[in-house]
């Protein structure tokens, strides 16, 4: 079974195609990083997988299914997260609600649930700050902690829109530690610009460029990271 197939899917924003034809597939417990120009459709690409957008043509299957019926089964963490710091929540239970279905009437949840958030928390060193108020804190640790809530439901498949843009580089190496440690058990889909992401730390490359194209993080070139996309059997 595939975690993810397009299947000759067309999509655009009114007048604006962003998609003609195109067909891929990403296979169970595959980590794989996404590139390409900005308004390549990388973005798109990963709502159309959640349900959050719909095909004008084609087919989009998720777990076989229905991208809306497998949304439960996947943990997204957008590339801008819109939260309001004067929310009155702490970091533990922002993370908390990210399996809210596990919340008792009374408004709690069960001590089990809260060693898992503390282990996840650990695992991306911000224990320490559990109880902070999320307005306390700063870019890296509030993209750490987006991660961290999305894991909490123990999603089969992992959407990530650039994890590791502007943020330290202290947070980014945590990131991508988390990553290395999840791969393989999970099926990981990274949107990115970096280069080093692409090559170091995913399994395949699916290039978002007038269509998709398919190849290993090895065949990447110098021209890639000038942003100059094209396929790996093209001549410079």
């Known amino acids: 079974m595939k975690a993810v197939a397009f299947d000759r899917v067309s999509f655009g924003y009114q007048r604006c195609s962003i998609f003609t034809q195109l067909s891929f597939s990403i296979e169970m417990g595959e980590c794989v990083g996404v590139i390409g120009p900005n308004g390549g459709g990388k973005t798109t690409a990963l709502k159309l997988m959640l349900g959050l957008l719909k095909p004008d043509k084609g087919k989009i299957r998720v777990f076989s299914k229905a ?3 497998a949304r439960s089964r996947i943990g997204y963490v957008p590339q801008v997260s819109h939260y309001d710091p004067f929310f009155p929540i702490s970091l533990m239970e922002m993370v908390l609600v990210g399996n809210i279905s596990q ?3 009374s408004m709690t949840f069960p001590s089990t649930m809260k060693e898992k958030a503390k282990e996840l928390l ?8 559990q109880k902070t108020p999320i307005g306390a804190l700063s870019g890296g640790q509030m993209q750490k902690a987006l991660i961290a809530r999305a894991l909490f439901s123990d999603p089969e498949l992992l959407l990530l829109d650039e ?9 980014e190496a945590s990131i991508l530690a988390l990553l290395d440690q999840i791969k393989g058990g999970k099926t990981v889909v990274i949107v990115t610009h970096n ?3 692409v090559k170091d730390h995913t399994d395949r490359v699916l290039c978002f460029q ?3 194209s398919s190849f290993h993080p090895g065949e990447l070139c110098a021209h ?3 942003g100059i996309y094209h396929s ?4 410079p």
């Open 67 to 69: 991208p809306r019926i």
């Open 122 to 129: 650990t695992m991306l060193g911000l224990l320490p700050l």
């Open 163 to 171: 994890p590791t843009a502007n943020i330290d580089s202290e947070s």
């Open 195 to 197: 280069l080093e992401e």
């Open 232 to 235: 790996p059997s093209s001549p």
């Open 224 to 226: 890639t990271s000038m």
């Open 103 to 105: 919340m008792r009437r």
């Open 210 to 212: 007038n269509g998709v």
